[in-house]
């Protein structure tokens, strides 16, 4: 029966799976950096345990499994990035006699490698973009040469948006080849690349499947995830404005199918990109939680989280399908500076006041006080907003943000009002390309009157909290040796029971 859950991540996914497991009444356990020692994550578990100085100590499977064995843990949730998809944790897990929340070793394995993954999908009749092998120059030629340019080159271990580069003629290939290798290998310590085809035109969609032990499996529907830059996930919607009820129908299917054949369990994403024509092509499959998991909760009343923990635990499926209502939208909002190229902006946060209202959630990892480090991702947290109709989701999405503070380091919080507001986003009319193509007009600051009296604001509150701020207690995590008590609450926990 299910247990304690060490949480191998940081940030705010960590904060979130916090969140499911104290529903569950299940302890947490935090892991912590040296960079990381104040962090929010660290101080809302119900333990807390150092393992090491660095970003590497999270992308180290025996220390993370560890420090799950030394604290007692049942299981593991990775979250989504390190070792999230690492088929390496999830085997250490099962020698530990630890449960890994998440699917089976063999399906990230299939998935886990690019190339490997489109060859599985294509056994299993999944359409894929065009491709071949970029193992040296000639091969990454000729496979261009077959496919026809634009095409892309990308990282077979890549993710996020990292060792992926546009190629537009045969000129550019070898400086290209030779930089995405470089990029691959830093990022992922894999230098191998593949080539694919460069759907032009194209909106990225992908579909959210969940499944149990029993093989029983469920989509959740599609997310639009075209609103990108340099191929990282800016805002995310649900449903796509752009996908007909027939097509969509057909790319749900398929990506049930794909997960069928891999014996897949536990949450997953297949990831597609949509043609003018409704074409749809498999791009990869994520065998973990994605970071826009929250617009798929807020459309179906399902929480991703809960039940990714439920079928590590043997339970089944409680739903044979889902209904889905409304409109959710979710904007990443980052601590980097759009001005000056999107530059990392890290340094610590004077204030921090989040938006509220009726259908807004903002999951984030942060607080008045917290250190935004460089060593890691600058997502500060993500807002997402439901709505009956897609235009009251992105009016509350917009005044939402328009409501969010923050003080100390600078944001993307304008840019993300002014893409919102692009005639051609509030018409659902965008691709891929759109961000890069209007880069110029949504990051030029403005200087309106709405923005003057914003800023008036921002330095009243900041005034008004200097005190509070002085006095604000940054001390880590308290506690015998390495573990720290919680401070999730004021008043001390409640025994815990188990959840069935």
Known sequence: MAGKVLIANRGEIAVRIMRALRELQLPSVAVYTDADRDALHARRADEAVRIGEGRAAYLDAERIVSAARASGAWGI??????????AELCQACERADLVFIGPPASAI?????????????????????????????????ASAAQVGYPVLLKATAGGGGKGMRRVDNESELASALERTRSEAEKSF?????????????????????????DGNLVHLFERDCSLQRRHQKIVEETPCPALADTTRAAICQVALSGA?????????????????DQSFYFLEMNTRLQVEHPITELVTGVDLVREMIQIADGVKLSFESVERRGVAIEARVYAEDPSQGFMPAPGRIERLAAPSGPFVRDDSGVASGSWVSPEFDPLLSKLCVWGKTRDQALARLRRALGEYTVLGVATNLEFLERLLAHPRVVAGDYTTTFVESHLAELSQPSE???????????LTALAAHADHLARADTSGPRGPGNT???????????PLTPYR
């Open 189 to 213: 310590g894999d230098g191998t690349v593949y080539i694919e085809k460069a759907i032009v035109g194209a909106r990225h969609v992908e579909i959210q499947v969940l499944g149990d032990r």
């Open 109 to 141: 394995h299939e998935m886990g490698d690019k190339a490997r993954a489109r060859k599985r999908m294509q056994d299993a009749g999944v359409p894929v973009v065009p491709g071949g092998p970029a193992g040296d120059l000639e091969q990454a030629k």
């Open 484 to 494: 720290a008590q919680s401070r999730w609450r004021d008043a001390p926990p409640k």
């Open 77 to 86: 949730h990775p979250g989504y990035g390190f070792l999230s998809e690492s």
């Open 260 to 276: 069928r054949a891999i014996g897949y369990h536990s949450a997953g994403t297949f990831e597609f990109l949509l043609g003018l």
């Open 448 to 458: 309106s009157d709405e923005q003057q009296r914003r800023n008036a604001i921002l």
